[in-house]
């Protein structure tokens, strides 16, 4: 465990669930801080007796979503920045589109399942301009599903939720693997129809 | 001078499979990356001027080795991640404690006295007391912190710890690390 795991965690213990959900707001707008762990931890210190398990859940939640929405307002005001033969180009245009159309998974899938793509996706939400309501709507159901998740787990193993959340970082490199080899599988057969339909002769 | 291979009809062998390419035009890829390794390997073959590097932007494009570059950081994640999960997987099956049974192997530097006392409910002045320091201005400061505050071994530290909470909860086991 790094020092910098060791200080946060001894910070939750010694400031509780604001000190969390400090924690986790920063970590929500992509710097590099180990979340799941201080939500697995928190499960444990609620189980023990340590964090009141309300007041836990809402301010991590509170501070994850503050995160979230400082990601979209990031995207939003990056947007501004960048030329306009970007931003008003057709592919701009259609990615915006397509965001529009299936953002909302993909906002609710990287809050607890493809968690190292959250800050990511919450930036791209802002550059869009996805409506932010719905982006809130998403955020807090994804996130609602990861703190219910590792908190419980961290919960139920208590005793042993250094190994858990070993296990969780594992398991999420793991998916995000898996992600990017049916990634380049779909983009490859893609590719290959449409060589194919090309190579066919026009009658 | 680089050698320049003819082929039977009279062609160079580069003009050869230009002429090839145009009439089976639409090849798929995989079969273009065949004929480029068939011609690599064909024996007494020659690289002549325009050979395979002209051939070689068309068949590796930079769309291509996105592709390839993702399939092959995919596998990778996938191979190292996994077995990493499942490593992690067989010490969480074998780590777990019987019912009623605290681990005292689990104590870390990063913890406080009053959080060890809440763990494993036992009172904060008996620890204080094992490791011999006041507990005034030192509640807040975790384990680590206090060995170095007092020039303590932090390994003594801890065991000394260990057996405060044996000694105060003698139902407790200590559970060897796997």
């Known amino acids: 465990?790094?020092?910098?795991?060791?200080?946060?965690?001894?910070?939750?213990?010694?400031?509780?669930?604001?000190?969390?959900?400090?924690?986790?707001?920063?970590?929500?707008?992509?710097?590099?801080?180990?979340?799941?762990?201080?939500?697995?931890?928190?499960?444990?210190?609620?189980?023990?007796?340590?964090?009141?398990?309300?007041?836990?859940?809402?301010?991590?939640?509170?501070?994850?979503?503050?995160?979230?929405?400082?990601?979209?307002?990031?995207?939003?005001?990056?947007?501004?920045?960048?030329?306009?033969?970007?931003?008003?180009?057709?592919?701009w245009r259609r990615a915006a589109a397509r965001f529009s159309d299936w953002g909302g998974w993909a906002i609710v899938i990287t809050r607890f399942l493809l968690t190292p793509l959250g800050p990511a996706t919450s930036i791209i939400a802002g550059s869009s301009h996805y409506a932010f309501g719905r982006f809130l709507a998403f955020d807090l159901l994804g996130e609602l599903i990861w703190i219910a998740l590792f908190g419980g787990l961290g919960y139920s193993f208590a005793t042993s939720w250094e190994l858990l959340s070993d296990l969780a970082s594992s398991l999420s490199g793991l998916l995000l693997g898996i992600v990017v080899l049916l990634l380049g599988g779909v983009l490859a057969v893609r590719t290959r129809r449409a060589r194919q339909a090309r190579a066919r002769p026009q009658l | 001078m680089r050698p320049v291979e003819?082929?039977?009809?009279?062609?160079?062998?580069?003009?050869?499979?230009r002429l090839e390419r145009r009439r089976r035009p639409g090849r798929s890829i995989g079969s273009r990356a065949g004929v480029c390794v068939l011609d690599w390997l064909r024996p007494g073959r020659r690289i002549g001027k325009g050979t395979m590097m002209r051939r070689f932007p068309r068949t590796l494009s930079p769309y291509n080795l996105l592709i390839a570059g993702l399939l092959v950081l995919g596998l990778v994640l996938t191979v190292v991640f996994g077995g990493r999960a499942l490593r992690n997987y067989q010490r969480l099956q074998l780590q777990k404690n019987p019912p009623g049974m605290v681990d005292v192997e689990a104590i870390r530097g990063w913890m406080t006295m009053p959080y060890i006392a809440q763990a494993y409910d036992v009172p904060e002045d008996e620890l204080f007391a094992a490791l011999g320091i006041p507990s005034e201005g030192n509640r807040n400061v975790p384990l680590r912190r206090l060995a170095e505050r007092y020039g303590l071994d932090p390994a003594l530290t801890r065991q000394q710890i260990q057996q405060a909470i044996l000694r105060l909860r003698p139902a407790t086991t200590p559970w060897a690390e796997p």
Do not use: C, N
């Open chain 2, 6 to 17: 003819i082929s039977p009809t009279g062609k160079t062998h580069a003009a050869q499979l």
């Open chain 1, 1 to 91: 465990m790094s020092e910098l795991t060791e200080t946060l965690l001894t910070a939750v213990l010694v400031y509780g669930p604001l000190a969390l959900a400090l924690t986790l707001a920063l970590a929500a707008l992509g710097l590099p801080l180990p979340a799941t762990l201080l939500v697995l931890a928190a499960g444990a210190f609620v189980q023990q007796g340590v964090l009141d398990a309300g007041s836990t859940a809402l301010l991590a939640l509170g501070g994850t979503m503050l995160g979230d929405s400082g990601g979209y307002g990031l995207g939003r005001l990056g947007e501004r920045w960048l030329p306009g033969r970007i931003t008003s180009s057709a592919t």
